[in-house]
Structures are given as C-alpha cells and as structure tokens.
C-alpha cells in the first residue's frame, strides 16, 4: 500500500483492538448473562442500579458512556419486565428517574458470582497490567477522545 495510505492499514488502528476486545468480553459474559436473560448492557445498568438504587436517565448515560437513544428502550424493557420503575422527576418533568424493583435487585444475588467465574478463566495481563489498562481506558474516556476520534 501506498505510504500516503498508511494511516488507512488496520494495523495502525487504535479503535480496532479496542472493539475487538470489547467484543470478546461481551461474548465473554454471555454464557453467564443468556441464561438470566440479560445483555451485557442491561447487566451494567443493573450494576449501576445495585450501587445507587436510583439515578435519573442523564446520570445512568453519563456513568455508562451510552446515549438516551440507546438507554430508552433498554430501560423500557427492564420496567416492563418488573425490573425497574420510571417516573417523572417533580422537580423537572423533563428528568425520568431510575428506580431498582424488589425483582431487580433480586438479579443481584444470581448476578454475585459472575465477576469472579470470570477472572478464573484467567486474562493474558498481568494483574499489574491489568490496573494499567484499567486506569488508561478511563483516561481515554475521561478525557472525551470519542470526540476526537
């Protein structure tokens, strides 16, 4: 390839390990989700959930880095399903808030062991590189680089 096209070879992508690896973490989960019947995304609101018991739509985006359009009809199907509750702020109409059901946090105990199923599947880092990674891709994100990219 032509040396003017260089920046177009995938091997000098830095977005394309990124997702790969984002793929095989998810497919990772899935065994452990499937069967609970939740995606990877619904098991990060409900870990979100878990912590806070409550938040409104805009904070559950900003701490997931996922858009309204995205979280909507997620949420929608969680309320559906028992999971969740939304309501409309009284303080601002325009503000739904999200609210952990009984049901919801009744996930949390099936939910438990799976952060730790996982880790004994072993990880190519090393703990020490492990916090590294950790600690740079929240640099990455803290620091707006999807606008950038």
């Known amino acids: ?76 199907n969680l309320e559906k399903e028992g999971y969740v509750t939304r309501k409309r702020s009284k303080e601002d109409e325009r503000v739904t808030i999200i609210s952990i059901t009984k049901k919801g946090n009744a996930l949390k105990e099936k939910c438990k062991d799976i952060p730790l199923a996982l880790s004994q599947k072993g990880s190519p880092l090393s703990e020490k590189e492990g916090r590294e990674l950790y600690k740079l891709l929240y640099k990455f994100l803290e620091g707006n680089a999807g606008d950038r990219a």
């Open 1 to 76: 390839m032509a040396q003017e096209y260089e920046q177009l070879l995938l091997e000098n992508q830095l977005c394309f390990p990124l997702y790969a690896c984002g793929r095989k973490i998810v497919a990772a989960y899935t065994p452990y989700l499937k069967p609970l019947g939740l995606t990877y995304t619904q098991y990060v609101v409900f870990m979100v959930l878990w912590e806070k018991e409550s938040v409104n739509v805009g904070q559950l985006g900003s701490i997931l880095h996922l858009d309204a359009g995205t979280l909507t009809p997620l949420l929608k």
